[in-house]
Every structure is written in structure tokens, then in C-alpha cells.
């Protein structure tokens, strides 16, 4: 396998892989039948960033205020794609640039192509499993609908890899692996699925480079090779194989693309399954699902799936409305903006235009009573003493375009962020509104791109 020219010699080959973690016998009867393909689609089980039944856990003594940094930084990023006054130069990541300065393995080509940051990684991507190569192996990998271009740590890993909960991918163990030439269209569209321009190796190999709001980033060839889950197998299915891969990324191998964009898993599988999926995203005691394919569209209350010219990848949604306590929040309707607001796989926090956020913070404010107040925790500033579960909290419902709505239990409105305090779930923007996943826990969400709705469902985890 050629050896990327951009990053260093085998002097810095770093020896990151883990053994595979043991999972708890609790979580066994749980994914036992996962993943696997039906004529309905395939069926993937999900995992809480945190939860002990996951396959790639963050640290367990991760502290809440790392999370809402990095989640912050993620929101930013989001929101950035949508500003048209955003005329900041990309920048390449620093450890990057000053690994290959210093190495004196500097390719002119490459040097020159900047990278800009894409939707950060975070810590708040749920994690599943997918198969690649032939014969197949396992990695835990991370979800994102925000991000395009699915990839993966690969050996020999060349500059630098994360630690992550099993061996690496050796292509060399594949025997259907392909690297991709820098005259396919494929490596064409990594500008679009990457927000960076592609590269070319010396031997012509395409190069692809993926960098993240919070510093993560990834480089890599892309290849080419055959994507398994379970019992269904899909060929020439084209991912980032990544000799340089920094971040925080827990213990997964790499990321799995749910966006809008002909390079993402969901693109890439429509000819076979559609071009819908769904997903439950559990709470950390518990485990969901995805699915790719077919759904059955009478269980869902559907909005129209809004969209932006500024970045068509992404996924919107119109929020119409706030209530508590079954009365709506006083604000005007042109409080909610006019842009449309995201929907995220990723993003912990939701974030609120700030008059709603501010009419809805005193709404829950008040209905809670005499709850004793707590100080401001990081970007949350609603916040009370004890456990959410200690804490009487009033029905809190979002409403969207088209009679959808979302009927928050006390998980999706308030979010423990230490062992005395808990805090609204929200936080205010002046920019782009997005929907995270707080609110989204336990819900069953589908994404219908062919019929350009996504739809929500009550108990959809369970």
C-alpha cells in the first residue's frame, strides 16, 4: 500500500489499538439480533456516547462542562455553514501542519490545499457497528447526520491515530479493497462532502481530508471496498481510509455520513434501500436503533423537510412553537426567525433563537416553583439544585411546520450536569436554531429525503 506523501515515514508509527472491550452480559439480550437486513432495510442497534452497553465509550470521568465545549464548538460550526458574512479563511490544524513541517515531508501540492473545518465531531455522536472488506470485520464507528464522507482509522496509520476499541482496518486483509484514483468522480465530490478540496498523491491516489469544529480532523486515501451489516453486504462502497486521525473521538474507529450528499452511507445505499432512514437515540441506561429503508409512515406525525441554499447537506426542520404547561410561550411568531432550523444527530444542547430561549426558561422557571436555583453550569444558565428526577417539570411541547410536534418528557428538558445540579436542556443563539439530542432521546425520528419530510413518534426506543 503506497504511503501517503504528505505524512511521515514509519519512524512515527504508533501502536494505537486496544482490545475489544467486554460487553457488560446486562446488554447482550439487547443487541443480540443486530445488525441486520430485512426486506425492510437494515437495522443497526445505537449507543449512548456514554452508555456501558457501547462498543467505543467516551471516558467515564469525562466531565459535563468538556461536553458542552466541545458541543459548543459543534453548534458553532453548524451555524457558520449558514452565514453568508462568514469570510474567516480555512484554516489547516495546526498539529497537522507542524507534524509534516517538522518531518521535512512536505508535499508543495498538498501544502497548499487549506483545510477548513467541518460539523464537530463533539462527544455527543451515538455509536453503532458496520463491517467492511472481505471477509468482514467489525468496527464501532460514530453517527453523524451532519457529516458526509464515512472513514475509518487504517493501518499502518502512518502519522497519527486515536486509541480505539479493537485492532485497525488493514486494507492488505481485504481482498476487495481498491484505493480510488484522482480521476474518479468520486474524488471530485469530496469538496463538497468534506468542505475541503480533494488532493492527489504522487501515484495519483486521491486523498481526502476531513477537519472538525473542535480540532478533529482526518487524512486519508479514499477507497474503495464492501460495507457489511449483519447478513446484508453492499460492494464499492467508497469511505476515507485515515493514516492521520486526531481528536476526540472516544473509542470508535471513524464516522459513519448520514448527510445529504452523494458520498454518504445513506446516498450511497438508496439504489438498494431508498433514500430514507430513522433512528432512536436511546438514553445512556438504554439502546436504540437505526435503520436504513423502509418505515412503516403510519406511526409518524410529519413536518416538511426544510432547506437552505447556503448548505444543502444538512437537514431542516421549521420550528412553528413552544408551550409549557399546555400554554404557548409569549413571543411573537417572528421570534422563531426566518431561517430554518437544523436538526442534529449530534449536537447535546438545542439551541433557541434568543427571545424563545428567554421566554422559555422564565415559563419553566416558573412553573417549577420554589425549586431551589442553581448557579449557571458552562453555556447553561437555567439551572436548579438536586437531580432532575427529584424535580416537579412541567410539560414542555416544540411544535413544527405541519402539525408535527415533539411532547418532551423530563430527560429531554432537563439534563444532569453533576451529581447536585441539573439545567435547562437549551441555551440561546443568535444564529442558526438546531434541534439536538436531548430533545430527540427516545423519540423514533425519520428522515424521508425521497418524500423530503422528516416525521417523530412517541416511544420509539422501547
Not at 183 to 212: D, H, I, M, R
Request: net charge neutral; hydrophobic share 35%.
Amino acid at each position: 500500500m503506497e504511503l501517503l506523501p504528505l505524512l511521515l515515514a514509519c519512524s512515527l508509527l504508533f501502536t494505537v489499538a486496544t482490545p475489544a472491550r467486554d460487553i457488560p452480559s446486562v446488554c447482550a439480550s439487547q443487541i443480540s439480533d443486530f445488525p441486520h437486513r430485512n426486506s425492510s432495510g437494515l437495522h443497526l442497534t445505537l449507543h449512548h456516547p456514554q452508555s456501558a452497553c457501547s462498543p467505543a465509550p467516551l471516558p467515564s470521568d469525562l466531565p459535563f462542562s468538556t461536553v458542552l465545549t466541545h458541543d459548543d464548538a459543534r453548534a458553532a460550526h453548524l451555524a457558520s455553514r449558514l452565514d453568508t458574512n462568514n469570510d474567516a479563511p480555512p484554516r489547516r490544524p495546526t498539529s497537522l501542519r507542524s507534524k509534516k513541517k517538522a518531518a521535512g515531508h512536505l508535499d508543495d501540492s498538498l501544502a497548499s490545499v487549506p483545510l477548513s473545518p467541518g460539523a464537530s465531531i463533539g462527544v455527543g455522536n451515538y455509536v453503532t457497528q458496520l463491517g467492511l472488506g472481505t471477509p468482514a470485520t467489525s468496527y464501532a464507528m460514530v453517527v453523524d447526520t451532519g457529516s458526509s464522507l464515512t472513514w475509518l482509522q487504517c493501518s499502518p496509520c502512518v502519522v497519527s491515530c486515536h486509541r480505539q476499541a479493537g485492532p485497525l482496518f488493514d486494507p492488505r486483509s481485504s481482498s476487495t479493497y481498491a484505493s480510488v484514483p484522482c480521476s474518479a468522480s468520486q474524488c471530485g465530490e469530496l469538496q463538497a462532502a468534506t468542505l475541503n478540496p480533494s488532493a492527489c498523491s504522487v501515484s495519483g491516489v486521491c486523498v481526502y481530508q476531513a477537519s472538525y469544529g473542535d480540532s478533529s480532523f482526518s487524512v486519508g486515501y479514499l477507497s474503495r471496498d464492501t460495507v457489511s451489516f449483519g447478513s446484508g453486504s453492499f460492494p464499492d462502497f467508497y469511505y476515507g481510509c485515515g493514516q492521520d486521525n486526531e481528536g476526540l473521538f472516544g473509542r470508535s474507529a471513524g464516522l459513519i455520513g448520514l448527510a445529504r450528499n452523494k458520498l454518504s452511507l445513506l446516498y450511497q445505499l438508496a439504489p438498494s434501500l431508498g433514500y430514507s432512514f430513522s433512528y432512536c437515540l436511546p438514553t445512556s441506561a438504554s439502546t436504540g436503533y437505526l435503520t436504513i429503508g423502509s418505515y412503516n409512515p403510519g406511526q409518524y406525525t410529519y413536518t416538511p423537510m426544510a432547506s437552505s441554499s447556503l448548505d444543502g447537506s444538512l437537514y431542516f426542520v421549521t420550528l412553528s412553537g413552544m408551550s409549557v404547561g399546555g400554554s404557548p410561550l409569549a413571543v411573537s411568531q417572528s421570534e422563531y426567525g426566518s431561517l430554518p432550523t437544523i436538526i442534529d444527530s449530534g449536537t447535546v444542547i438545542t439551541r433557541l433563537p434568543t427571545g424563545v430561549y428567554t421566554a422559555l426558561s422564565k415559563a419553566v422557571a416558573a412553573a417549577m416553583g420554589g425549586a431551589p436555583r442553581a448557579p449557571a453550569f458552562s453555556i447553561l444558565d437555567t439551572c436548579f439544585e438536586g437531580q432532575a428526577s427529584q424535580l416537579r417539570v412541567p410539560a414542555v411541547s416544540m411544535a413544527f411546520a405541519g402539525g408535527a410536534s415533539l411532547k418532551l418528557a423530563t430527560r429531554n428538558v432537563l439534563i444532569n450536569v453533576d451529581d447536585s445540579t441539573t439545567c435547562l436542556a437549551f441555551a440561546p443563539t443568535d444564529s442558526t436554531a438546531i434541534i439536538g439530542n436531548t430533545q430527540q432521546q427516545t423519540f423514533s425520528v425519520v428522515y424521508d429525503v425521497a418524500q423530503s419530510r422528516i416525521g417523530f413518534a412517541a416511544g420509539g426506543c422501547s
